[in-house]
């Protein structure tokens, strides 16, 4: 990811249902379907389309994050296996911190998507709606996991790690 702000998003109107729905689209990897798919299920169950577009811009900034920070130059400032864990526990510094982080890896990825700090009510919000996406797709890849243990290794329990991530407090200074 060379640049700020590489993901597009559009709104589309869901087949059979006439419900707008949004899609984020990469140069590269086309379509990013579990976005869209997450939040699909989203207006199903009910959620409001304000909610729906808050959820949206959520994803759309962690989306980023996720894949600026699998980038090569990026991952190898994980320093160790848990790659993935590193990856998201470093998110939410990148979120409050942005390019002044102290953290390596929220650093890195703040200088590639040029994202500047924001209110920590925008932080919490963002984080709220990660963690659900998280959440649901864990629930949805379990069977996957299941059968293939050394496909994602992480060092905390994926459920302990995302329960506690919508209560994570931001502090308002690094040490």
Same mark, same amino acid.
């Given at each position: ?5 590489? &993901? ?37 169950? *009910?959620?409001?389309? %304000?909610t729906?577009? +808050?959820?949206?811009h ?11 920070a ?9 320093? *160790?296996? %848990?790659? @993935? ?12 911190? *942005?390019? !002044?982080?102290? !953290? ?11 994202? =500047?700090? @924001?209110?920590?009510? +925008?932080?919490?919000?963002? &984080?709220?709606?990660? +963690? ?11 069977? &996957?996991?299941?059968?293939? !243990?050394? @496909? ?9 790690? &995302? +329960? ?10 690094? =040490?």
């Amino acid at each position: 990811m060379t640049g700020h702000n590489k &993901l597009r998003k559009i709104e589309y109107e869901m087949p059979n249902s006439g419900r707008r729905c949004f899609a984020i689209i990469d140069p590269e990897l086309g379509r990013i379907d579990e976005y869209s798919q997450y939040l699909e299920m989203k207006i199903m169950a *009910g959620t409001p389309h %304000n909610t729906l577009i +808050s959820y949206a811009h959520s994803l759309k900034v962690f989306f980023e994050y996720y894949l600026a920070a699998s980038s090569p130059d990026v991952i190898i400032l994980a320093e *160790g296996r %848990n790659t @993935l864990s590193r990856i998201l526990l470093s998110y939410p510094l990148y979120l409050a911190f *942005g390019q !002044d982080s102290a !953290d390596p890896i929220a650093k890195a990825v703040a200088e590639i998507t040029k994202l =500047k700090p @924001l209110a920590k009510s +925008s932080i919490q919000a963002n &984080l709220g709606a990660v +963690s659900s996406f998280c959440k649901e797709s864990n629930a949805l890849h379990a069977d &996957l996991l299941s059968l293939r !243990d050394d @496909l994602i290794s992480v060092d905390v329990e994926p459920s302990v790690m &995302l +329960s506690g991530f919508a209560r994570m407090k931001i502090p308002d200074s690094q =040490k």
